[in-house]
């Protein structure tokens, strides 16, 4: 009997990038089936609502990924990560690494988990050379002062972050 791999890749995606969609790609050749969570994170103050952010990830794997579309899931979720994993049967959690800057906290993060739930392993993809500088915080502030985004987001993102900050508020 086959054993069906499963991942969770876990963020607040808010909103997801073209670095995103790059580790959620090379992702997919590591596990069977990925399951995108997509966290209530108070802690970072995201500027989407849960919902938003669940249907602009949807929308974009949708746009991107073609075939692998059908073997991601999406699921907003809130609480322990590893919970979350458990819950879905997961053995391995994915986690994108830019720089220097983000391996700290991820080993800490990885090696927190690891006590909490010693049967799933955290997966390190690196981002690739040409989409390591793509971060959401760099995104917003561009969308914010009326760059152009569509080299790091998708369209249907690009639209929305053009939404959110030209209306007055």
Same mark, same amino acid.
């Given at each position: ?61 949708? *746009?991107? $990924?073609? +075939? =692998?579309? @059908? ?9 322990? #990560? ?60 561009? *969308?914010? $002062?009326? +760059? =152009?985004? @569509? ?9 929305? #972050? ?8």
């Amino acid at each position: 009997m086959a054993m069906n791999r499963i991942g969770v890749y876990p963020g607040t995606f808010d909103p997801i990038t073209v670095g995103h969609l790059d580790i959620i790609r090379r992702a997919m050749s590591v596990v069977d089936t990925l399951i995108i969570g997509v966290a209530l994170d108070t802690g970072k103050a995201p500027i989407f609502n849960l919902e938003k952010r669940s249907e602009m990830v949807l929308t974009s794997i949708a *746009a991107e $990924l073609n +075939g =692998d579309a @059908s073997r991601i899931e999406v699921q907003p979720f809130s609480g322990l #990560l590893v919970n979350f994993a458990q819950q879905h049967g997961a053995s391995l959690i994915i986690r994108g690494l830019r720089a220097v800057s983000d391996f700290e906290y991820e080993f800490q993060m990885a090696c927190m988990n690891s006590k909490l739930a010693p049967s799933i392993e955290t997966v390190f993809l690196t981002a690739s050379d040409s989409k390591h500088y793509v971060s959401s915080r760099f995104v917003k502030q561009i *969308a914010r $002062l009326g +760059g =152009d985004v @569509s080299a790091f987001v998708t369209p249907n993102v690009a639209r929305d #972050l053009t939404s959110y900050f030209s209306d007055p508020r």
